[in-house]
């Protein structure tokens, strides 16, 4: 494989599609990227970030980054053996955006004179990417490309399953999500145990948190009773924001035809299927949350015959299905291949997205898309206020991912003391 290739037709076509959707004074020019690389990225933080302390080291000599182009070229496996030549690197070729990848035995950058075979990747972050189009099914509020805050809310409940999941479930403490600069969140666990996992222990992780694995809607779920208790955890997190996300907020069964083909599909029972399919074609366009409260009084007239351990058998599943639709409607929806291999890379927080001009920055509670900060209105607060990035709208989000890395390299400093003390 060469160092420049080429990214694919269709991904060409998809980013220009929804570059076409966003208005143009946001999307950032060639100098545009150039002011930014050059005034506000934050290349020290970065840095320190990704070589686990301030210091040059084997971490950033030999871990790769890739670069991409909006002439469509993409470069891989570069490396950097200091800030400096981070910045400088980075500067020049103004990128559209840089990606991370992993820590080698070897700098990529010499890749050219070492044998394939000779080039192992080490170690890298385990990472997560959740993406706003997995849940297209449900929402109704935007669809394609656009995010509003009513719709970031299945973002941050999946951002908040996960996060459970990887203190209680794993033990990580260091990770920091970073939203993707148009309509999903990047995850990056940081953690030393989590960063050496192996291919075949992250595809373990994935498969332990993937739950929903099959997107198609028009399937059930079937999920094995009982419940594993991570399932168990996760359906009591998200059972109390059902009703107001899917039923209310975005009313995604009232039309008529699509709970026709993704919620029925999702009961356990024939006759019970056939019954709310009639009832709902001659009341039709009832709501969401009349639909799903049809569900129970349905199965409350079918079951009126029935003898008493019939009846609960029929009720206990109507249950586990209606469980099950919560889980899949907001379980976090992962894309596996960015998690799977320690090869992956992932776009660099703090870059610019190329299609909506939005920066790449860390996610708080109170963050949805319309508050990340766009590059257009950076520079001109930086105009306004005689360039002192402390002034800008980046500044706050800049000093969360600092402190971030802080405690990363604190952790790291005293699992290094810890260590040496246990070998004395």
């Known amino acids: 494989m060469t160092d420049t290739a080429k990214l694919s037709e269709s991904t060409i076509q998809k980013n220009a599609t929804e570059t076409a959707s966003v208005s143009k004074s946001s999307i950032p020019s060639s100098?545009?990227?150039?002011?930014?690389?050059?005034?506000?990225?934050?290349?020290?933080?970065?840095?320190?970030?990704?070589?686990?302390?301030?210091?040059?080291?084997r971490d950033i000599e030999n871990r790769e980054f890739a670069m991409a182009f909006r002439s469509g070229a993409y470069k891989r496996y570069n490396?950097?053996?200091?800030?400096?030549?981070?910045?400088?690197?980075?500067?020049?070729?103004?990128?559209?955006r840089f990606e991370?990848?992993?820590?080698?035995?070897?700098?990529?950058?010499?890749?050219?004179?070492?044998?394939?075979?000779?080039?192992?990747?080490?170690?890298?972050?385990?990472?997560?990417?959740?993406?706003?189009?997995?849940?297209?099914?449900?929402?109704?509020?935007?669809?394609?490309?656009?995010?509003?805050?009513?719709?970031?809310?299945?973002?941050?409940?999946?951002?908040?399953?996960?996060?459970?999941?990887?203190?209680?479930?794993?033990?990580?403490?260091?990770?920091?999500?970073?939203?993707s600069g148009r309509r999903g969140a990047h995850c990056w666990v940081s953690d030393k145990r989590a960063r050496l996992l192996n291919d075949q222990q992250r595809r373990s992780i994935l498969d332990y948190v993937n739950v929903v694995k099959d997107r198609s809607a028009e399937k059930r779920l079937l999920l094995r009773r009982p419940y594993h208790p991570h399932l168990l955890r996760s359906l009591n997190l998200l059972k109390p924001y059902f009703v107001e996300i899917i039923l209310e907020e975005q009313n995604c069964w009232?039309?008529?035809?699509?709970?026709?083909?993704?919620?029925?599909?999702?009961?356990?029972?024939?006759?019970?299927?056939?019954s709310?399919?009639?009832?709902?074609?001659?009341?039709?366009?009832?709501?969401?949350?009349?639909?799903?409260?049809?569900?129970?009084?349905?199965?409350?007239?079918?079951?009126?015959?029935?003898?008493?351990?019939?009846?609960?058998?029929?009720?206990?599943?109507?249950?586990d299905s209606k469980e099950d639709i919560i889980?899949?409607?907001?379980?976090?929806?992962?894309d596996i291949e960015v998690t799977k291999q320690t090869i992956h890379l992932l776009k660099s927080p703090f870059c610019?997205?190329?299609?909506?001009?939005?920066?790449?920055?860390?996610?708080?509670?109170?963050?949805?898309?319309?508050?990340?900060?766009?590059?257009?209105?950076?520079?001109?607060?930086?105009?306004?206020?005689?360039?002192?990035?402390?002034k800008t709208s980046l500044k706050p989000y800049i000093d969360i991912f600092s402190e971030y890395v802080n405690e990363l390299m604190a952790s790291e400093e005293n699992n290094s003391l810890k260590r040496e003390r246990e070998e004395d």
């Open 276 to 319: 709310l399919t009639k009832y709902w074609k001659e009341n039709p366009n009832r709501s969401s949350k009349d639909k799903w409260s049809d569900i129970d009084s349905i199965t409350r007239k079918l079951t009126t015959s029935f003898k008493s351990a019939r009846k609960q058998d029929f009720i206990n599943r109507v249950r």
């Open 31 to 57: 100098s545009d990227m150039q002011y930014y690389y050059q005034f506000l990225f934050p290349f020290n933080t970065i840095f320190s970030w990704l070589n686990h302390g301030d210091k040059p080291g």
């Open 327 to 334: 889980l899949q409607t907001l379980y976090p929806k992962l």
């Open 352 to 390: 610019i997205h190329p299609a909506t001009g939005n920066v790449c920055v860390p996610i708080t509670d109170s963050f949805t898309p319309e508050l990340a900060p766009k590059l257009i209105n950076i520079q001109h607060e930086m105009e306004d206020n005689g360039n002192n990035i402390d």
């Open 100 to 179: 991370i990848g992993a820590i080698y035995n070897k700098p990529p950058k010499n890749r050219d004179t070492i044998l394939n075979s000779d080039m192992k990747p080490l170690e890298k972050e385990l990472v997560f990417d959740i993406d706003m189009d997995d849940y297209d099914t449900y929402r109704t509020c935007c669809n394609g490309a656009q995010v509003c805050d009513r719709c970031w809310r299945f973002i941050k409940l999946a951002m908040i399953v996960m996060e459970v999941t990887l203190k209680e479930d794993f033990g990580f403490n260091s990770f920091i999500w970073v939203f």
């Open 254 to 274: 009232e039309d008529d035809t699509h709970a026709f083909e993704t919620l029925l599909p999702c009961l356990h029972d024939k006759q019970l299927i056939e």
């Open 79 to 96: 490396s950097f053996s200091s800030v400096q030549e981070f910045k400088t690197q980075i500067e020049r070729a103004n990128p559209d």
